[in-house]
């Protein structure tokens, strides 16, 4: 349910319809049992009619999306309840509730998932018949959009079920709606379709008016929502399918001429079927297709290699397990892992199996089904972490004294990608949240004002990059698509890298997919090459009156595509840990790039990957093609029930809050106007709108929570945390705490951190009720405190020992002060104190020879070559953090020497290039 922030909503259910869904279910069976009850003690039966016929009118909508359990079984449950059958209503109600909240009918051995509602029609003389599916084979469902009073599409139905084998890999149910707009609720509601048969003769309009179901209609904008008729309407519907849901498999089933529909309907479908064609042939399209996004190469090929009787006489004498079974001291390993982790485990790259650094076999075939499901040109997996990601990027594409724009608060691999990397940085200062001791994300604005002083300097040319973190650690996401477009109306070749490191899962929503470099980068690409934005553009050149650089069109004649995302595959979706990916849209990159980014690779990449966390990524990657939106669609809506249960509790919302839009995202960053994403007055926030207008939006998945009411700080909560309640999380501020539902994450898991803060907030509140007056102001001080943290300093700048040149820019050499700092000679060490802070405002300059990353906000403070600012320095001293890599309390703070800043830079590109040739 999605409600504008000013629409009142009373009770306000789950954010998640399906999620509704089975909570009506329980309280249908709740209800039932309760009317049974009521009948056999002859007490009045009107409350819990009434309530039982409210619930099973609700579910009578929701099921018409759902094959199971399907309209024979509804129609069976309304009749009990006519006929006053209450034992029996309550019996089936309680039996089908459990299949459906359990989803045992997806997964156990029995007749009726793998047949359809409609062969059972004498389930009403079985009534306890038990519905599940073949062992071992996974189930989905079919979607057939058809009119009301379709008799193709019964007789699709039919045709198909009668096609069904015992040696089918897979099985499937087929339900069908009568509307353009019950097709688009359905695929998005019903989250195991993963097949569609079009046909042109059905209606438009749903007749469903269900408020928990028009978000799926909202989340498309009107003006996307086609008015043609016949079999244009498919040709459109198909379009906005796979723009909601790109893996699924689209068929169409007509009787048109043979002129309308060969090389017209688009790439969409992926076949067309006849009215009279045999079903034999679409129930075969149907398991191909599945079987397409099912396959894993690598996987199944590492399967067959450890099945084979194999002699290694070679490296690893862990491989087969056969050093631990063979010894006396190490067996315990081998039980605790078991033995297919090692009969796994090899070094070879022959008998089926592939070469990660030269992928020809079931590792290339697995990288490209890969760029498949992510909507990338070519993916390549990484087995040692987006650290190493980042750096073979960056080194592909980068030549010495390249000047690359960077967001100053990305992680710590693009710093030292950069100094490997010889290029010209220049730091991008994301907006303050002092409040809260964070960074938020970089104004679109600043990223602008950066390239126009380097235009007006006469170095565009010298532009290569631009690399932004998206999303943060803190959830912000930037809109790509903008981003992009507005730097390439400046710099038509600009290359972009985007650092999706906590990103990898949005791709696999509909909502959070254009938030997506990928996605973004297809988009520009097909605008930019359309005929009507050529003529758009051409208009504008003629047009007398000239734009500004920040309003001017792209050049979609000079205009390259060249988009690069990093993302940590193990951080957010399934993965051994280390697993990553590269995603590429790059135009340029097999003239351009290709070369120098498998050199990269080579420089970076082990000779020996580990074939477990590749067969992990092959895997995690069949996954998110197969039930990647049913899982991201779950992991949102247990973040949103976080929120709702955090804000209602009382014992909870005394001492915690959950932040919200409004308190992360500026007001001029939100057009939208989006405060919230759920208020107990107002209900749920309009979170598709913010994401199709607003700067900057907060990643629904990412709850962080105000906790300085508490009165502790964010490392000693937790701490308490995981010492005693076993709740794991890893990054805080001060006064925050960041919680990640994941794909793994389960509503147990909410529920017990539900009850984890209500007993934190008793014991806190049971504390505070016995404690003396000095205590409460002990207590209340310590609030104080965490309210405001110190101000938030932006980058200062570069010594002018460490710039190229005299011009007014602010790029600097990274990788020449890094090395200058190797030798001690160039080092002096000085006190984070307060005298060092009175010489810095007497005038004294201080160079920073080394990488200083406090934690929190855990990215480097201060880099190799930058001046130490009053506000650095002020920072620093009122930091109560632990940790803060790069210093060393008892010897000081790493800076240069007078005499090292007094070298000659003499021509910055030159070293650049002379110490990466001989470092």
Same mark, same amino acid.
């Given at each position: 349910?999605?409600?504008?922030?000013?629409?009142?909503?009373?009770?306000?259910?789950?954010?998640?319809?399906?999620?509704?869904?089975?909570? =009506?279910?329980?309280?249908?069976?709740?209800?039932?049992?309760?009317?049974?009850?009521?009948?056999?003690?002859? +007490?009045?039966?009107?409350?819990?009619?009434?309530?039982?016929? $409210?619930?099973?009118?609700?579910?009578?909508?929701?099921?018409?999306?759902?094959?199971?359990?399907?309209?024979?079984?509804?129609?069976?449950?309304?009749?009990?309840?006519?006929?006053?059958?209450?034992?029996?209503?309550?019996? %089936?109600?309680?039996?089908?509730?459990?299949?459906?909240?359990?989803?045992?009918?997806?997964?156990?051995?029995?007749?009726? &998932?793998?047949?359809?509602?409609?062969?059972?029609?004498?389930?009403?003389?079985?009534?306890?018949?038990?519905?599940?599916?073949?062992?071992?084979?996974?189930?989905? %469902?079919?979607?057939?959009?058809?009119?009301?009073?379709?008799?193709?599409?019964?007789?699709?139905?039919?045709?198909?079920?009668?096609?069904?084998?015992?040696?089918?890999?897979?099985?499937?149910?087929?339900?069908?709606?009568?509307?353009?707009?019950? &097709?688009?609720?359905?695929?998005?509601?019903?989250?195991?379709?993963?097949?569609?048969?079009?046909?042109?003769?059905?209606?438009?309009?749903?007749?469903?008016?269900?408020?928990?179901?028009?978000?799926?209609?909202?989340?498309?904008?009107?003006?996307?929502?086609?008015?043609?008729?016949?079999?244009? +309407?498919?040709?459109?519907?198909?379009?906005?399918?796979?723009?909601?849901?790109?893996?699924?498999?689209?068929?169409?089933?007509?009787?048109?001429?043979?002129?309308?529909?060969?090389?017209?309907?688009?790439?969409?479908? +992926?076949?067309?079927?006849?009215?009279?064609?045999?079903?034999?042939? !679409?129930?075969?399209?149907?398991?191909?297709?599945?079987?397409?996004?099912?396959?894993?190469?690598?996987?199944?090929?590492? #399967?067959?290699?450890?099945?084979?009787?194999?002699?290694?006489?070679?490296?690893?004498?862990?491989?087969?397990?056969?050093?631990?079974?063979?010894?006396?001291?190490?067996?315990?390993?081998?039980?605790?892992?078991?033995?297919? @982790?090692?009969?796994?485990?090899? /070094?070879?790259?022959?008998?089926?199996?592939?070469?990660?650094?030269?992928?020809?076999?079931?590792?290339?075939?697995? $990288?490209?089904?890969?760029?498949?499901?992510?909507?990338?040109?070519?993916?390549?997996?990484?087995?040692?972490?987006?650290?190493?990601?980042?750096?073979?990027?960056?080194?592909?594409?980068?030549?010495?004294?390249?000047?690359?724009?960077?967001?100053?608060?990305?992680?710590?691999?693009?710093?030292?990608?950069?100094?490997?990397?010889?290029?010209?940085?220049?730091?991008?200062? /994301?907006?303050?949240?002092? !409040?809260?001791?964070?960074?938020?994300?970089?104004?679109?604005?600043?990223?602008?004002? !950066?390239?126009?002083?380097?235009?007006?300097?006469?170095?565009?040319?010298?532009?290569?990059?631009?690399?932004?973190?998206?999303?943060?650690?803190?959830?912000?996401?930037?809109?790509?698509?903008?981003?992009?477009?507005?730097?390439?109306?400046?710099?038509?070749?600009? @290359?972009?890298?985007?650092?999706?490191?906590?990103?990898?899962?949005?791709?696999?929503?509909?909502?959070?997919?254009?938030? =997506?470099?990928?996605?973004? &980068?297809?988009?520009?690409?097909?605008?930019? #090459?359309?005929?009507?934005?050529?003529?758009?553009?051409?208009?504008?050149?003629?047009? =007398?009156?000239?734009?500004?650089?920040?309003?001017?069109?792209?050049?979609?004649?000079?205009?390259?595509?060249?988009?690069?995302?990093?993302?940590?595959?193990?951080?957010?979706?399934?993965?051994?840990?280390?697993?990553?990916?590269?995603?590429?849209?790059?135009?340029?990159?097999?003239?351009?790039?290709?070369?120098?980014?498998?050199?990269?690779?080579?420089?970076?990449? /082990?000779?020996?990957?580990?074939?477990?966390?590749?067969?992990?990524?092959?895997?995690?990657?069949? !996954?998110?093609?197969?039930?990647?939106?049913?899982?991201?669609?779950?992991?949102?809506?247990?973040?949103?029930?976080?929120?709702?249960?955090?804000?209602?509790?009382?014992?909870?919302?005394?001492?915690?809050?959950?932040?919200?839009?409004?308190?992360?995202?500026?007001?001029?960053?939100?057009?939208?106007?989006?405060?919230?994403?759920?208020?107990?007055?107002?209900?749920?926030?309009?979170?598709?709108?913010?994401?199709?207008?607003?700067?900057?939006?907060?990643?629904?998945?990412?709850?962080?929570?105000?906790?300085?009411?508490?009165?502790?700080?964010?490392?000693?909560?937790?701490?308490?945390?995981?010492?005693?309640?076993?709740?794991?999380?890893?990054?805080?501020?001060?006064?925050?705490?960041?919680?990640?539902?994941?794909?793994?994450?389960?509503?147990?898991?909410?529920?017990?951190?539900?009850?984890?803060?209500?007993?934190?907030?008793?014991?806190?509140?049971?504390?505070?009720?016995?404690?003396?007056?000095?205590?409460?102001?002990?207590?209340?001080?310590?609030?104080?405190?965490?309210?405001?943290?110190?101000?938030?300093? *932006?980058?200062?700048?570069?010594?002018?020992?460490?710039?190229?040149?005299?011009?007014?820019?602010?790029?600097?050499?990274?990788?020449?002060?890094?090395?200058?700092?190797?030798?001690?000679?160039?080092?002096?060490?000085?006190?984070?104190?307060?005298?060092?802070? *009175?010489?810095?405002?007497?005038?004294?300059?201080?160079?920073?020879?080394?990488?200083?990353?406090?934690?929190?906000?855990?990215?480097?403070?201060?880099?190799?070559? $930058?001046?130490?600012?009053?506000?650095?320095?002020?920072?620093?001293?009122?930091?109560?953090?632990?940790?803060?890599?790069?210093?060393?309390?008892?010897?000081?703070?790493?800076?240069?020497?007078?005499?090292?800043?007094? $070298?000659?830079?003499?021509?910055? +590109?030159? *070293?650049?290039?002379?110490?990466?040739?001989?470092?």
């Amino acid at each position: 349910m999605s409600l504008s922030p000013t629409t009142a909503s009373q009770q306000p259910g789950p954010y998640s319809a399906p999620q509704l869904r089975l909570d =009506t279910w329980n309280d249908l069976q709740s209800r039932c049992a309760w009317l049974k009850e009521f009948s056999r003690e002859n +007490r009045d039966l009107t409350e819990p009619r009434s309530l039982v016929e $409210q619930s099973l009118n609700r579910l009578v909508t929701f099921e018409s999306f759902w094959a199971f359990p399907g309209p024979n079984r509804m129609a069976r449950l309304a009749e009990l309840l006519a006929h006053g059958e209450y034992a029996d209503l309550a019996s %089936e109600t309680r039996e089908l509730a459990r299949l459906l909240v359990g989803d045992a009918y997806r997964r156990r051995h029995t007749d009726i &998932a793998t047949n359809d509602d409609e062969d059972h029609r004498d389930e009403r003389k079985t009534p306890h018949s038990k519905p599940h599916t073949k062992a071992g084979k996974p189930y989905f %469902e079919v979607l057939v959009v058809d009119g009301v009073d379709g008799y193709d599409g019964e007789e699709l139905r039919d045709g198909l079920r009668s096609c069904r084998r015992d040696s089918d890999e897979f099985v499937y149910s087929v339900l069908s709606v009568p509307s353009l707009e019950d &097709a688009l609720i359905a695929v998005q509601f019903n989250w195991t379709i993963q097949t569609v048969f079009l046909r042109y003769n059905y209606a438009f309009r749903t007749e469903h008016k269900d408020p928990a179901l028009q978000r799926y209609l909202d989340i498309l904008t009107p003006d996307s929502m086609p008015t043609c008729f016949g079999l244009d +309407r498919s040709v459109e519907l198909a379009k906005l399918i796979k723009k909601l849901r790109p893996e699924i498999d689209l068929f169409l089933v007509t009787d048109a001429p043979l002129d309308r529909v060969a090389g017209n309907l688009g790439r969409n479908f +992926r076949r067309v079927f006849y009215r009279l064609e045999q079903h034999m042939e !679409q129930h075969l399209s149907i398991l191909k297709g599945i079987r397409s996004r099912f396959e894993a190469p690598f996987f199944d090929a590492l #399967r067959k290699y450890s099945a084979k009787p194999t002699g290694v006489f070679h490296a690893l004498p862990i491989a087969r397990g056969k050093s631990m079974s063979s010894g006396h001291w190490a067996k315990d390993l081998l039980e605790f892992y078991g033995p297919n @982790i090692f009969m796994a485990e090899t /070094s070879a790259t022959s008998g089926g199996l592939d070469s990660l650094l030269q992928p020809r076999g079931p590792i290339k075939k697995a $990288q490209d089904n890969t760029a498949r499901a992510f909507g990338a040109r070519q993916s390549f997996f990484v087995t040692n972490g987006t650290s190493t990601a980042n750096k073979i990027v960056s080194e592909a594409m980068i030549q010495p004294g390249d000047i690359v724009l960077v967001d100053r608060d990305c992680h710590k691999s693009h710093h030292y990608a950069l100094v490997l990397a010889g290029a010209m940085t220049v730091y991008l200062d /994301s907006y303050a949240l002092p !409040q809260y001791s964070m960074y938020g994300a970089v104004p679109l604005e600043e990223i602008e004002r !950066q390239l126009l002083d380097l235009k007006a300097n006469g170095k565009l040319d010298q532009v290569k990059m631009l690399i932004l973190t998206n999303c943060t650690f803190d959830g912000l996401t930037y809109d790509p698509e903008r981003v992009m477009e507005r730097v390439l109306a400046i710099k038509p070749d600009m @290359i972009f890298l985007w650092d999706e490191a906590w990103f990898a899962y949005a791709r696999f929503s509909p909502t959070l997919r254009r938030r =997506t470099a990928m996605d973004a &980068a297809a988009r520009l690409r097909r605008r930019f #090459r359309s005929e009507e934005y050529q003529t758009r553009f051409a208009e504008s050149q003629e047009s =007398t009156a000239s734009a500004s650089d920040a309003d001017a069109l792209v050049d979609p004649h000079r205009v390259r595509i060249r988009v690069y995302a990093t993302q940590s595959t193990h951080k957010t979706l399934t993965s051994l840990r280390q697993g990553s990916m590269i995603h590429v849209f790059d135009e340029d990159f097999e003239q351009k790039a290709a070369d120098s980014f498998h050199e990269a690779f080579m420089t970076h990449t /082990s000779t020996s990957p580990n074939y477990q966390i590749v067969a992990s990524l092959d895997v995690g990657r069949r !996954q998110v093609e197969l039930e990647g939106f049913e899982m991201v669609e779950q992991t949102i809506g247990l973040a949103m029930t976080l929120r709702q249960r955090i804000s209602e509790h009382p014992d909870i919302a005394r001492f915690f809050t959950v932040l919200r839009p409004e308190d992360m995202i500026p007001a001029e960053h939100r057009p939208s106007g989006l405060s919230f994403y759920y208020d107990q007055e107002h209900g749920w926030g309009q979170l598709d709108r913010a994401y199709r207008m607003d700067e900057f939006t907060l990643d629904p998945t990412r709850v962080t929570l105000y906790i300085g009411a508490t009165g502790m700080d964010g490392d000693t909560f937790r701490h308490l945390l995981m010492d005693k309640y076993d709740i794991q999380i890893n990054k805080t501020s001060r006064n925050t705490a960041l919680f990640m539902p994941n794909i793994g994450t389960t509503r147990g898991d909410i529920a017990y951190l539900v009850e984890t803060l209500v007993e934190i907030s008793l014991d806190i509140a049971d504390r505070l009720s016995v404690e003396s007056d000095s205590g409460l102001a002990r207590h209340s001080a310590r609030v104080d405190s965490l309210i405001e943290g110190p101000p938030l300093p *932006n980058f200062s700048r570069f010594h002018a020992a460490f710039k190229p040149d005299d011009a007014p820019t602010p790029e600097g050499d990274l990788r020449r002060a890094y090395f200058l700092a190797y030798d001690e000679d160039n080092i002096d060490l000085i006190g984070l104190d307060h005298s060092t802070l *009175n010489r810095i405002e007497n005038g004294h300059e201080y160079v920073s020879a080394a990488f200083v990353t406090p934690y929190p906000p855990g990215f480097p403070i201060l880099v190799p070559g $930058q001046v130490v600012s009053h506000e650095i320095l002020s920072y620093l001293l009122a930091l109560d953090v632990k940790e803060i890599h790069g210093y060393d309390p008892v010897k000081g703070l790493r800076v240069f020497t007078p005499q090292a800043l007094e $070298q000659s830079p003499s021509n910055t +590109r030159m *070293n650049a290039t002379a110490t990466r040739m001989n470092p």
